[in-house]
Every structure is written in structure tokens, then in C-alpha cells.
């Protein structure tokens, strides 16, 4: 496992077929004692491991920053979302409950609300601890058991998740980690005694998933790619317009996946609106992930940072302009000379049909295009086959309102961009995915309903 400054820190082993079988088993053992105890026993366990979280914050901050590159400042606050997220899931688990329904003559009928078995989670390199605790919490708050497979370029931050969970109470082998690749991922959905996959990643990993677990009639959660609009209309607060632009395009140096990478600008403040978006681009500090004012650390790796760098070359050959950075960055300090770094780009004279407009980079790299009226923007907005999410910009908040209603997308922000309450669902349209993360909604994607009708007179038989 190489960091993201080019440097050996650790060695892992792959989890074959019998590995995968093992973790696989050890969930389901463990699955037969949590989903027996009661939710509120459940919540006490979830929020003990909140509690280890929050209490060592800095340290798996710390760590998260050397397991995938992005800058302390931004890992503290994905630990805090974790841990968040483990709290407010604990406060769910003792109230998940059926209904009862009067039927006639004194008969009745209820459901019950029931786990699925042994889960798989499938993480992304860009927020590895976070969206393991994304796919826990709500996973075992209804009962069910985890088998965990963090990417191959991040694998070491959820082992101490793995840790954690242990720590704070769950049974043995509630939720396992399994390390490794594309083959060690089709040994998970493959497994017979695999009830569920939930994935985070690319779309054409996404589809694959989707085709191995139809095999075995395994529902699925596919949280996939972005290419997602950011409007900008002239009657915006300028200064917040421009701060949501740079939190839409460089948070973890690009590398996310709702990120409103086409930013559409009403024409009339389109030059102001550039100008100012460049100025604010060129003073980000790029540099040693682990000091406080670092804001931009580096790339995932070196083959993530040449695709980036093609789609930036690209780019300028289909006519558009880079009005700042994409060049490589070399720091002063030797230690981080075998770094991948990049400085952020902002695109100017874009189009739609560019395939910088069109295809997710998930680098640092935001493609500007001008649009004259709420209609026409809309509907380019519309005009691609993600959904993940989109923004809107602008002081008149019917307009604000009508604008995201119309976009086809999953996750929609006005006047802010890329914050992610856990109480809120999480997940997209179209060829984005579905299903959902975060929210009340997560808890019917990790349970399953049971109805049962109870006669109280005599059957009437009509045979």
C-alpha cells in the first residue's frame, strides 16, 4: 500500500476465496446473537463506538490523511460525520418498529421490521472511514451483520473502525474486513450467504455489481459517478456563489463524487463571477497533508493523476481555455517530492458537448459555461446520464425552489454545496445509482418487512 506522496507504509494480503468464506461465516455466527438483542441494546453498542470515535478523533484523522492524501482539516470533519452518523443511527435502533392493523371481526394483522443477514459494504478511496460508517450504522442499527471491503488504495483506516466496533461491544465478527481488489469484491457478491451489497464507486464497477448480484437476487445500493450543475444566476450573493464553487470542485482535491464540476454561469456576472473564482482558485494551499493550513493535499495515485492530467490536455484541444493551474505542483520540501500533486483548474470557454463537460475527472478541474436563461440552463443541466446531485445559486428563493425541483438529481443544494447531514438521504438519479445512504430512508434498504395476518374467528373455507 503506497500513500499519496509516493511511499510505501504498509503491506497487505489479499482475502481470497477461503478468507471471504471465513469473514462471511464469522458475520453470520455473529448475526444470530446482535439481531436477537433488542434495539435499545443495539443503540448502547453504536453509541459507545461514537463515543471511542469522537474521543480519537485526531488520531484517526491523522491516519485517514495519510491513507488517502487529503488535507487534516478536511478528515477531522469526516470523522465527526462518522461518528455523527453512529449517533444518530443509535438513536434510530430502539424505535424501528412494525405497524398493527385492525382487520374485521376481530382479526388483525401486523408487520415486522426485519434485518437481512450478513451485508456487504463496498468502500471508495476518497472518503474510506467515512463511508464505512455510512454503510455500518445504518446496517447494524436493524440488526443485520457487516462484511467490509475498503478500496485497495485506502485499505487502513477502516481496520480500525473494525477495532472500534469490537471495543465499544458488538459480537465477534459483526463486522469484518476483508482487503483487496476487483476478485476479492466477486468473492463478496458472489458468496451464498451474502444477503445485501452496498457500493460505492465508479459506474462501470457499479454495473458489474449489479450483475453478480442478480445472480443470487441480492438487493443492491449503488452510490455511483457525478458529472453534476452548479447555477449561477446574476442575482446571487457573489461572495457565497464563489465560496460554493470551490467547495463543489476541490474539496479532497476533486476526487468526490457529487461534486458540481459543470458550473453554469448566468452571463451578465459571467466575467466577474471567473475573475473572481481564479483569484480565489490560485491562493488554495497546496502541500504537506498533515499541516494545519494545508487546504489541498495530494492525488490518490500516480495512474489517477496522469488520467487527470489527459482529460485537462483534452480539454484544451477541444477549444477550451485553462484559466488557472492543472500543471503539476513540485513542493519545496524533499519529503514530498514523489507527491501527487496538481494545482486546482478552473475551464473557461467550455462547452456542453466538450468531454471535459461531459465525463466525471474527479480531480481538481471546474469547466465554466455561460447560460442566458433559467429554461435553457435547466435543461442543459439536465442533459447528462448522471443524476448524482446539483446547486443553484441565487437571492430569490421561489426561483431557487422552481430550479431544483426541475433537475433530475438525487441531492440538490441552494446557496451551499457538498455538506452532508447524515439525517438527510443520500444517493441519485439515473446512471448515479440507487438506493439510498444516510437518513430514515437508509433503514428500509437494510431491513426487510414481514406481514402476518391473525385470524381470531373460524377459517371460512370455500372448499
Known amino acids: 500500500f503506497k500513500m499519496c506522496l509516493g511511499r510505501v507504509i504498509c503491506k497487505l494480503l489479499c482475502s481470497g476465496e477461503k478468507e471471504v468464506d471465513l469473514a462471511v461465516q464469522s458475520a453470520k455466527a455473529a448475526f444470530k446473537i446482535w439481531s436477537q438483542m433488542s434495539g435499545m441494546e443495539r443503540s448502547r453498542v453504536l453509541l459507545e463506538a461514537a463515543r471511542i470515535i469522537r474521543e480519537q478523533r485526531e488520531e484517526i484523522a491523522t491516519m485517514e490523511t495519510i491513507n488517502n492524501g487529503k488535507s487534516i482539516f478536511e478528515a477531522r470533519v469526516d470523522i465527526d460525520i462518522s461518528w455523527q452518523c453512529l449517533e444518530y443511527y443509535a438513536g434510530l435502533a430502539g424505535s424501528l418498529a412494525g405497524e398493527h392493523i385492525q382487520l374485521p371481526g376481530g382479526s388483525f394483522g401486523y408487520t415486522r421490521r426485519e434485518p437481512l443477514g450478513v451485508c456487504v459494504g463496498i468502500g471508495a478511496w476518497n472518503y474510506p472511514f467515512q463511508i464505512a460508517c455510512w454503510k455500518s450504522a445504518p446496517a447494524l442499527a436493524c ?18 473502525l473494525a477495532e472500534i466496533f469490537t471495543e465499544a461491544g458488538v459480537p465477534k465478527g459483526l463486522f469484518n474486513v476483508v482487503q483487496g481488489g476487483a476478485a476479492t469484491g466477486q468473492f463478496l457478491c458472489h458468496h451464498p450467504d451474502v444477503a445485501k451489497i452496498s457500493f460505492t464507486g465508479s459506474v462501470p464497477t457499479g454495473i458489474k455489481i449489479m450483475e453478480m448480484a442478480a445472480k443470487g437476487i441480492k438487493p443492491v445500493t449503488l452510490e455511483l459517478g457525478g458529472k453534476s450543475p452548479l447555477i449561477i444566476f446574476s442575482d446571487c450573493a457573489l461572495e457565497n456563489a464563489v465560496n460554493g464553487a470551490l467547495m463543489a470542485n476541490f474539496l479532497t482535491q476533486g476526487e468526490v463524487c457529487c461534486n458540481g464540476t459543470r458550473v453554469f454561469v448566468e452571463r451578465k456576472i459571467l466575467d466577474v463571477f471567473t475573475k473572481e473564482v481564479v483569484k480565489r482558485t490560485q491562493k488554495i494551499k497546496i502541500g504537506d497533508p498533515l499541516l494545519e493550513d494545508t487546504r489541498m493535499g495530494a492525488l490518490i495515485n500516480r495512474p489517477h493523476l496522469d488520467r487527470v492530467q489527459g482529460f485537462i490536455k483534452q480539454a484544451k484541444e477541444q477549444g477550451a481555455e485553462v484559466l488557472c493551474g492543472g500543471d503539476l505542483c513540485v513542493l519545496d520540501d524533499p519529503k514530498l517530492k514523489n507527491g501527487y500533486y496538481m494545482r486546482p483548474c478552473v475551464l473557461g470557454n467550455c462547452t456542453d458537448d466538450m468531454t471535459c463537460v461531459k465525463e466525471e475527472i474527479f480531480g481538481p478541474v471546474m469547466s465554466i459555461l455561460p447560460f442566458d ?14 443524476g448524482l446531485a446539483g446547486g443553484v445559486f441565487t437571492r430569490d428563493i421561489q426561483k431557487a425552489h422552481r430550479v431544483v425541483a426541475a433537475l433530475k438529481a438525487g441531492m440538490c443544494f441552494i446557496n451551499n454545496y457538498n455538506i452532508s447531514p447524515v439525517e438527510l438521504p443520500f444517493g441519485g438519479y439515473k446512471a ?29 373455507s370455500v372448499f
Open 143 to 160: 440488526g443485520n451483520a457487516m462484511v467490509f471491503k475498503p478500496s485497495p488504495f485506502t485499505p487502513v483506516s477502516v481496520v480500525r
Open 432 to 460: 448515479s445509482g440507487f438506493g439510498r445512504e444516510n437518513g430514515r430512508a437508509a433503514i428500509e434498504y437494510y431491513s426487510q418487512l414481514k406481514t402476518v395476518c391473525v385470524e381470531m374467528g373460524d377459517v371460512e
Open 373 to 386: 436563461t433559467e429554461e435553457e440552463v435547466v435543461e442543459r443541466a439536465n442533459n447528462t446520464k448522471f
